[in-house]
């Protein structure tokens, strides 16, 4: 009798568990932060150039003769110098990522820009 509702208090404490997990995951989903709405380039660790990833168009740095489209809040590479040519098959969009060109040290990644926290250390 006694393991009968040992079992039966441990099946209901884990569908609990499943239940709220499956609530707070949802409302990470729906509620969360959602990504990156821009985007920044980055030459030899510097940031040259920042964009928005809601308006569609093709960008050029000229630095490294490169070129990349954004369309539908996606980036994707159009054209590089470099030999391997690695970055045109790497896509970025708003759940985050990052286009990395090693040739020409160039780093596309997105971004939020909605202000953080600042981070302050006191004394």
């Known amino acids: 009798m006694k393991q009968n509702r040992l079992i039966r208090n441990d099946i209901i404490l884990a569908s609990l568990a499943v239940i709220i997990s499956l609530g707070v995951y949802f ?19 510097k940031e040259i150039m920042t964009f928005s990833l809601d308006k569609d168009g093709v960008y050029m740095i000229e630095q490294c003769a490169y070129s990349f489209e954004v369309k539908d809040g996606c980036v994707s590479v159009v054209e590089t110098n470099c030999k391997d040519k690695v970055c045109t098959a790497m896509r970025l969009d708003r759940n985050g990522g990052e286009i990395i060109c090693l040739p020409n040290k160039l780093v596309i990644r997105c971004k939020t820009q909605k202000e953080t926290a600042v981070d302050v250390t006191a004394g």
């Open 27 to 45: 409302a990470l989903a729906f509620f969360g932060d959602g990504g990156g709405d821009i985007a920044s380039v980055e030459l030899d660790g």
